[in-house]
């Protein structure tokens, strides 16, 4: 038996000064390693990462014995990998990996695409491509492992002056994943792009290969921006002088959207060379400006080049006080996309914030093109489930299609989340262990045989081919549960959990909030034919006690979105600066996780008209509010509502079109309010016979919904006193007029006149 043991990654002695597919995917192996592995030379192995808190990698390679026999030992055991192998799939020096031998076999090439680099287009000479087919089928066969991007160098035989020729492979059929190598055999046929007029290549002399949405969803019109832009990179005759040279982009947008899958699908567009900046690269210490500069003097010599910069708001960005973490880098970075400019290289960056990039590089001559990968819409993240479940993601699938309209904020690590618990819960469904599938009998003695030599496996057997029970419609449902979205992890968010049926009465308040928070989302075919003009803001305003914030929630509950449940009292702080940044963030949060609701409960303590209100530098909280809500910043699917007692506090400015486009009076209930709360409270309650409620309703006008609630509360307590001293009975009317001297009417008739001033002062403001 193989031991399992790990070992580190170390460049491999002789590192050629150009990448190319000879050798490339050769593991070198310590002799003693080798054996202990119970390997020989040229075995196909799989290097799987262990690297503890990162990414599971896995490559596939050769063994060779390394050119120092004594490579490491013990706990220092590492192999030697090429540049070409790390970039493949992704390893870095500092992952430590296992090496085991590969069971199957490499996928034999039936047709490779190639293209001659130099300088980014085809030779003069382009027409005699077919005296060099057998030196380069030799080539081939020789590297054995072939990929996508891979180059490789031929001297024609009998050139006097002995030119070296480069390739490189441009399309490989049958299609596979990117980074999956072939093997190139005798039956393997070779194209070279523009060598015979006759057979179509598969893309025009000099052009990058387009990027598709295979194991993509819902970034259809990013991948248009990206293939126009390697289009353009193409360099081709066509194309206008403006539109030449170098190009810059920044994919932005939350983190598990998609930026780094897009960022893998350009690292694979057939480039010369790919180089990548990050950590690794550029140091943690800034000491390493050098070795950046020699990245774009390599990827200007090399084209066509990619330079990849993966989190670009990490490497370069401010630090809490807004200063610049890095700005060495930042100069480093400006000055090294200027020196490309006039060259065919692609920078590509991402961040997940860019308000965090250090200034230097948001001009618009360093990143030219700022793409966004926002969180999916329901269509979005519909396609993203069927492409996470195995279906054609053009197809209708019922399941992936009613989660999607119900997950509103996941991004697709969320969602790729939920399908492994989904899945998770179908493998443990105790129906999933009762249910088999007939599997035809394997070689070896009979297992619970049934007829014609046919066993039973379980349909959940987790090895081998036998079947698995899809993830059912109910198993999303239980992994909802479980699984939130990653744009609502870092905020204080209460779930709602309260529905209309709940809330007594208030018929009009529950209207008017399904009118902007369920119907632009649940009918906006009505939304669309009418024109209907939705609101963004709505202000709940009225007495204590009155059902405001049960209101809000329950509009939440109904429609679904994502809540934010903000205490105005609790976001005040006495540090300068604070209350912004926590609104500001609130806002951002919200967007990030739209459609969503933000609740502010005691606006007051935050919004107070400008002279009046308690919290520190109010004036600057104010506005910082009034900008969220005006949508300097986009506020598309996020509806704001507040509630306030005190609303002719509030600074008038937020009563504007756009903000609060809407005002809405939450009065104690009416008589026949009342009475359903007394039923829903007494419900299950032993009550007299003679109790009668309409009369109780009758009695207890102005107040409020909780007093009504705590009168009911203290009617039960009288009659369990009276079980207490032996008197068991039921709940009568002299408990109820007792509990009303306990609870006192908080709702005055200078209160509620009061309101009805503001309201009418208002409505006089609206007119003029």
Request: glycine content about 8%; proline content about 6%.
């Amino acid at each position: 038996m193989t031991q399992q043991l790990q070992f580190g990654l170390r460049p491999t002695q002789q590192r050629p000064t150009e990448p190319t597919l000879e050798g490339a995917f050769r593991i070198h192996f310590a002799p003693n390693d080798l054996k202990s592995l119970g390997l020989q030379q040229g075995d196909l192995i799989r290097l799987v990462s262990v690297t503890e808190g990162g990414t599971s990698k896995m490559g596939l390679g050769s063994t060779f014995l390394a050119a120092t026999p004594n490579a490491g030992s013990g706990a220092k055991r590492y192999v030697q990998v090429t540049d070409t192998f790390k970039e493949t799939y992704g390893f870095t020096l500092e992952d430590r990996v296992t090496v085991r031998k590969a069971l199957d076999t490499l996928q034999q090439a039936r047709m490779v695409y190639l293209k001659e680099v130099v300088q980014g287009a085809l030779p003069a000479d382009a027409e005699r491509y077919e005296e060099l087919e057998d030196i380069i089928r030799h080539t081939l066969r020789k590297a054995r492992f072939l990929v996508l991007g891979g180059a490789f160098d031929v001297v024609p035989y009998g050139d006097k002056k002995t030119r070296k020729r480069r390739f490189i492979i441009e399309k490989i059929e049958p299609p596979l994943d990117a980074s999956q190598p072939y093997e190139f055999t005798a039956k393997s046929k070779v194209q070279i792009v523009g060598s015979n007029p006759v057979v179509a290549a598969p893309t025009a002399p000099g052009s990058l290969l387009p990027i598709n949405s295979d194991g993509i969803g819902g970034l259809h019109e990013q991948i248009r921006q990206l293939n126009e832009i390697l289009d353009e990179l193409s360099n081709s005759p066509r194309l206008p002088p403006i539109l030449r040279g170098s190009r810059s982009i920044m994919l932005h947008g939350p983190a598990g959207t998609g930026k780094s899958m897009l960022l893998q699908k350009l690292k694979a567009a057939g480039w010369r060379r790919v180089f990548e900046i990050g950590k690794a690269t550029y140091g943690h210490a800034g000491q390493n400006q050098s070795a950046v500069r020699k990245i774009f003097e390599d990827a200007a010599a090399s084209p066509p080049s990619m330079i990849v910069i993966d989190r670009l708001d990490s490497l370069a960005g401010k630090d809490e006080h807004g200063n610049p973490a890095n700005p060495g880098l930042a100069q480093v970075l400006e000055t090294g996309i200027e020196s490309v400019k006039e060259s065919q290289v692609l920078i590509a960056a991402s961040a997940q914030n860019l308000g965090r990039i250090d200034g230097t590089l948001r001009s618009s001559d360093t990143f030219e093109d700022e793409i966004e990968i926002p969180v999916p819409y329901a269509k979005a993240r519909a396609e993203i489930l069927r492409i996470l479940r195995g279906k054609d993601p053009s197809l209708p699938d019922t399941v992936s299609d009613t989660i999607g309209e119900r997950t509103h904020g996941y991004v697709g690590k969320d969602l790729k989340s939920l399908h492994r618990h989904a899945q998770r819960n179908a493998y443990h469904c105790p129906a999933a262990q009762d249910d088999f599938v007939h599997v035809k009998q394997a070689d070896g003695p009979p297992v619970d045989e049934a007829e014609d030599g046919v066993k039973k496996t379980p349909i959940s057997a987790p090895f081998g081919h036998e079947s698995v029970r899809e993830a059912s419609l109910d198993d999303f449902e239980q992994a909802l549960r479980t699984v939130r979205p990653t744009a609502m992890k870092e905020v204080f968010l209460e779930p709602p959990k309260v529905r209309w049926a709940e809330i007594a009465g208030s018929e009009h308040v529950k209207q008017a909030l399904f009118e902007v928070a369920e119907l632009p989302y649940k009918r906006p075919d009505i939304v669309a034919y009418v024109r209907w003009q939705t609101s963004r803001g709505l202000l709940m305003y009225g007495p204590p006690g009155c059902s405001k914030t049960l209101c809000a929630r329950a509009a939440a509950t109904e429609s679904d979105l994502n809540f934010f449940a903000v205490q105005g009292a609790e976001l005040t702080s006495m540090w300068v600066g604070e209350t912004e940044r926590a609104l500001r963030e609130i806002f951002r949060k919200a967007r990030a996780a739209s459609p969503s609701i933000i609740f502010f409960d005691e606006i007051d303590a935050i919004a107070a008209a400008r002279g009046r209100g308690a919290v520190p530098n109010g004036l600057n909280v104010l506005t910082t509010l009034l900008n969220e809500m005006d949508g300097i910043e986009t506020k598309e699917g996020v509806l704001v509502l507040a509630a306030t007692n005190k609303p002719e506090i509030l600074d008038a400015a937020l009563m504007r079109p756009g903000r609060f486009d809407a005002m809405l009076y939450v009065g104690p209930p009416n008589q026949e309010a009342r009475r359903q709360i007394i039923d829903m409270q007494m419900e299950g309650r032993p009550l007299a016979e003679d109790l009668d409620l309409d009369d109780l309703a009758r009695v207890t006008e102005g107040y409020s919904g909780a007093e009504m609630v705590e009168i009911c509360s203290e009617a039960a307590k009288g009659a369990g006193r009276d079980c207490l001293r032996g008197c068991w009975g039921t709940i009568g009317r002299e408990h109820f007029d007792m509990a009303m001297k306990h609870v006192v009417r908080g709702i005055t008739p200078e209160m509620q006149e009061r309101y009805q001033r503001w309201s009418k002062e208002r409505s006089a403001v609206t007119r003029s």
